[in-house]
């Protein structure tokens, strides 16, 4: 069994505790800015100013840089906010209210230096900090949400997606790209059947595929098998979780982070561990976990859940591939 390692602390304090390059991937959704209020003190998320909570997580994740592993790789899920008096998601609506910790009674927004109403674009101010602190920010990922929390705004369009940046410490770094593969589509599937050699090969694959001409300096029939690499908008919908009273990564979102990040007998870590979803799929994937979290009832959380089976949404067989 994969190892857990829990730590009570503030992120900063238990980071401290690692040692250096001891993480092979890292997986965590920080809390936002101003949405929360989770009654800790010193919690981040609670800044002045969006300046104030960049110029914080730019901190934390400096650190969070030295306990990776040369070769690693931070996946960070990060979602914005509106310039308003109140949280920015268009106002609240009763499956929001009943989301305890939303701060929709006090107005953290005050200090923004926004126009009322603007998007402030809290992902990208930070990627683009971590960037200049020496992060290789490699991708945009897009987290596309079937079943958005609803939002009662009649002048936009309702919010229905989130970011998952992909960071690196170093340009090259491990990536298995193998593990995640999404299936061909048909179409694709058909036109890789044949195998043609000379300069006109895609113009006669697209003949053959319609039934026209013939086949010349034919190199043999093949098997579409690998599957596509992985694209940037992963649509994955959000799943309950009773015992929580914060939203949760859906299980599938830190697996398919987890697959490409690293492999079994690796160590991943999620600073901001919160319910512990990230730890419990990578103990599943057969990876060691460690999580920080600064609030003890969720630290014994965490533990309930990590001790209870979970079961793999993608197929067992892991193939490994050298530095991406």
Known sequence: MADLRIINADVMDGLAQLESGSVRCVVTSPPYWGLRDYGIPGQLGLERTPEEYVARMVAVFAEV?????????????????????TKGSGGPSAKQCSNAGSRYEMSQ???????????????????????????????????????????????????SHEYVFLLAKSERYFFDADAVREPLAPE?????????????STALVEQNRRGIGQRTRPVGERVATAGRN???????????????????????????????????GDTV?????????TLMVARGLGRNAVGIELNPEYCRLIEKRCALPWEKTSHDDEQQIPLF
């Open 188 to 200: 694709s599937t058909a036109r890789y059947a044949y195998a043609f050699g000379g300069a006109k």
């Open 269 to 277: 870590l999620d600073p901001f561990a919160g319910s512990g979803t």
């Open 109 to 159: 927004r005050l200090h923004h230096g926004l126009k009322d109403k603007d998007l402030v674009g809290i992902p990208w101010r930070v990627a683009f900090a971590l960037q200049d602190d020496g992060w290789y920010l490699r991708s945009d990922i897009i987290w596309a949400k079937p079943n958005p929390m609803p939002e009662s705004v009649t002048d936009r369009p309702t919010k």
């Open 230 to 264: 992985v694209r940037t908008v992963w649509t994955i919908a959000t799943e309950p979780y009773p015992e929580a009273h914060f939203a949760t990564f859906p299980t599938a979102l830190p697996e398919r982070c987890i697959r490409a990040g690293s492999r079994i």
């Open 65 to 85: 840089r030295r306990v990776l592993a040369d070769d690693g790789t931070l996946w960070m899920n990060l979602g914005d906010s509106y310039a308003s008096q």
